[in-house]
C-alpha cells in the first residue's frame, strides 16, 4: 500500500512562495513518476507538475513553467513542490500522487491527503 505524506501549505501574498512537500512510502518507486495536481473551489482537479523516481526527467504545467519548480531528494525520500511568484489564482488543495502517466497526463491510483494553499492579492 502506497502512502503519500505532504506538507507545506499555508497562505502566502502574491508574489511570494512556498515549499510543499510529499514523502512516499509504501514500495519501490523505480521507474515511475511522482507528481501533484490541484484543485480550486469549483474546479475540477488539475495536473500540476511532475518527477520521475530514477531518471530525474521533469514534467511542469504550461500554468506553471518558471514559477513551479519540481524536485527530489533520494536520500529522505522525498519530493518537493518550489512555487515563486505566486498568484491568486494558484489558490487550490494541491494533492500528491502516484504514479503519474503521461500522454496524456493521468493521475494513479494514489493521493496524500491534500494540504492548502491560499494566495491573497
Known amino acids: 500500500q502506497v502512502q503519500l505524506v505532504e506538507s507545506g501549505g499555508g497562505l502566502v501574498q502574491a508574489g511570494g512562495s512556498l515549499r510543499l512537500s510529499c514523502a512516499p512510502s509504501g514500495r519501490t518507486f523505480s521507474s515511475d513518476a511522482i507528481g501533484w495536481f490541484r484543485q480550486a473551489p469549483g474546479k475540477e482537479r488539475e495536473f500540476v507538475a511532475a518527477i520521475n523516481w530514477s531518471g530525474g526527467s521533469t514534467y511542469n504545467a504550461d500554468s506553471v513553467k518558471g514559477r513551479f519548480t519540481i524536485s527530489k531528494n533520494n536520500a529522505k525520500n522525498t519530493v518537493y513542490l518550489q512555487m515563486n511568484s505566486l498568484k491568486p489564482e494558484d489558490t487550490a488543495v494541491y494533492y500528491c500522487?502516484?504514479?503519474?502517466?503521461?500522454?496524456?497526463?493521468?493521475?494513479?491510483?494514489?493521493w496524500g491527503q491534500g494540504t492548502q494553499v491560499t494566495v491573497s492579492s
Open positions: 500522487n502516484f504514479p503519474v502517466r503521461f500522454t496524456p497526463v493521468q493521475a494513479g491510483a494514489y
